[in-house]
T-cell receptor, first 114, second 110 residues
């Protein structure tokens, strides 16, 4: 099956710093990648849709200047949480979409902002 | 806005019992995917159903897509502790984004 990696798996940072999370599709090219946020025992909340070579599309209520997304190649998308605060602490998950719209998910990144 | 109602939200059963999880919508989906997620990990795709009335089996798991492609069910036979996790259904309406249900947290006790 399609494999998606995510790095780092865990990050702890101080309030006010920026954190970059990488998402890679390892064995297929993904024109579209997605970034989700998940709170404990809840479903996934779509933050933004990332298309290679174009600006990301953000869901309502998600600050684009706070969560910077770059999709520089068909296998790599990055999410940068700028000036992180404790309320940004969460589980962030990326996914990559195949041509038949199946999404394969990365293992997630646990962000803790102190 | 498309909605996918998933039920039940929580399910705690004993090993060996059967269970069914439901996903219902008023919208038609071109396909529907079921995922299982363990704590601290990303969701893992179990199956994609595409055709109305389709039934797919994955060992003890049986997935069904409604005739009208508005609903789906997941049935687990003789549940085992290893089946414990968060089960998510997600509908695709022909575009790349998915509409997720709220998930079913399944706990199977020995």
């Amino acid at each position: 099956g399609a494999v998606v990696s995510q790095h780092p798996s865990r990050v702890i940072c101080k309030s006010g710093t920026s954190v970059k999370i990488e998402c890679r599709s390892l064995d297929f090219q993904a024109t579209t990648m997605f970034w989700y946020r998940q709170f404990p025992k809840q479903s996934l909340m779509l933050m933004a849709t990332s298309n290679e070579g174009s600006k990301a599309t953000y869901e309502q209520g998600v600050e684009k200047d706070k969560f910077l997304i770059n999709h520089a190649s068909l296998t790599l998308s990055t999410l940068t949480v700028t000036s992180a605060h404790p309320e940004d602490s969460s589980f962030y998950i990326c996914s990559a979409s195949t041509t038949n719209h199946e999404q394969f998910f990365g293992p997630g990144t646990r962000l803790t902002v102190l | 806005t498309q909605l996918l109602e998933q039920s039940p939200q929580f399910l705690s059963i004993q090993e060996g019992e059967n269970l069914t999880v439901y996903c219902n919508s008023s919208s038609v989906f071109s396909s529907l995917q079921w995922y299982r997620q363990e704590p601290g990990e990303g969701p893992v795709l179990l199956v994609t159903v595409v055709t109305g009335g389709e039934v797919k089996k994955l060992k003890r798991l049986t997935f069904q897509f409604g005739d009208a492609r508005k609903d789906s069910s997941l049935h687990i036979t003789a549940a085992q502790p290893g089946d414990t996790g968060l089960y998510l259904c997600a509908g695709n309406s022909g575009y790349s984004t998915l509409t997720f249900g709220k998930g079913t947290m399944l706990l199977v006790s020995p």
